[in-house]
C-alpha cells in the first residue's frame, strides 16, 4: 500500500494573555477536532477524505475501468457501505495453487448420513432434477453438500470486493507478499517463482475483471442485488456456490416462481444439474469426471464428489 499517513493534523495557536476558561475550551476544540486513523484495510472508497483517492479500493476501481467494467457500477460498488478491500483475497486467490486441498472430511460417516437425510427430505426435488438433466440425485446432494454443506455454510466475504481487491494482485507490493508465502523462507528458484507467482497473478487479475462484469450484468438483470452479495474467498455464492459468471450462463429457475435465487435449494439443485450436463455429463465415467471437474478444477474435488455420491447412492 502506499505510505499514506491517516492523520490530519489541526494547529492552533493559544494566546497567552487568554483566559484559563478559553484555553480549555480551545484545548478541548482541537481534541474534539482530530480525526481517528482509519485501518488501511478497511478504507471506505465513498467517504471523501484525502486518503480515499488513492486508497486500495480506488485503485482497484482505476484497474477495472482499463478491463471494461462500467464506470457507474464501479462507482455504486465504492459508494457501497460494505465494500472494503480484502488483503486476504489477493493472497488466496493466487496462491492456493501450493497447497493440497484435502476434501475427505466431506464423505466421512457424518457427511454421509447428513446427505442421505438431505436426500430424503428432498426426494421429489432431486427425482425433478435427474428427470430434467439426466444428472443423479446423489450426484447433485453430493455438490451441494461438498460446496455449502446443504445451505448452511455459504461464506463470509462481500463477493464484489473480492474481485476488487484481486484487481491488485499484480502490483508488486502483492507479488512480493505472495512469493514469501509460498516460498516460506526458501529462497531456492525465487527467480522462477517469481514468475510463475506474476503469470498467475496477471492471470487473476482478468478473472476477477470478468467475474465484475458479471456481477454488473446481473445488477442491471435486477436478478439479484449485488452490492449486497456474501459468498466465498473466490467470490462463490448460493447453496451451489456458482461463480457470477457461472450464474448467467448456468443458472435456472428451479421451483417456476420467475426468479434464480441460489439461496432456494431448488434453483440450486436444478443449476447443479444444468450446470453438469451443460459440461458434458453423460453415462461415461470419463465424462461424467470431466464435468464435475469443470465445476472445480481439483481431482481431489472430483474423487471427493464421486466418492459421496457413491456411498449415499
Known sequence: MNDISPYRHYHARILIGGSVALLIMMVTTIIVGAVVPLSPLNIKAGDGSATTKESPLRRAADIARQHGVDSMFLESLLENSNTTFVESAVKINVTNYASSPDYSHNHNARSVLMVKKFMDDHDSLLSSVTTATGVPAEVVAAILWVESKCGTILGKYHVPSVYLSVALAAETEHIDRNIEAVAK?????????????????????????????????????????????????????????????????????????????????????????????????????????????????????????????????
Open 185 to 313: 523462507g526458501d529462497t531456492t528458484n525465487v527467480d522462477a517463482l517469481r514468475d510463475n507467482i506474476t503469470k498467475r497473478a496477471t492471470k487473476k487479475v482478468t478473472w476477477a475483471m470478468a467475474q465484475l462484469r458479471a456481477l454488473d450484468t446481473m445488477q442491471r438483470r435486477g436478478t439479484i442485488n449485488v452490492l449486497n452479495l456474501y459468498g466465498s474467498w473466490a467470490g462463490a455464492f448460493g447453496w451451489s456456490q456458482f461463480l457470477p459468471s457461472s450464474y448467467l450462463s448456468w443458472a435456472v429457475d428451479g421451483n417456476a416462481d420467475g426468479e434464480i435465487d441460489l439461496y432456494s435449494v431448488a434453483d440450486a439443485a436444478h443449476s447443479v444439474g444444468n450446470y453438469l450436463r451443460s459440461n458434458g455429463w453423460s453415462d461415461a465415467d470419463s465424462s461424467q469426471r470431466a464435468a464435475v471437474h469443470h465445476y472445480n478444477n481439483s481431482t481431489a474435488y472430483v474423487d471427493a464428489v464421486l466418492t459421496l455420491a457413491k456411498k449415499v447412492r
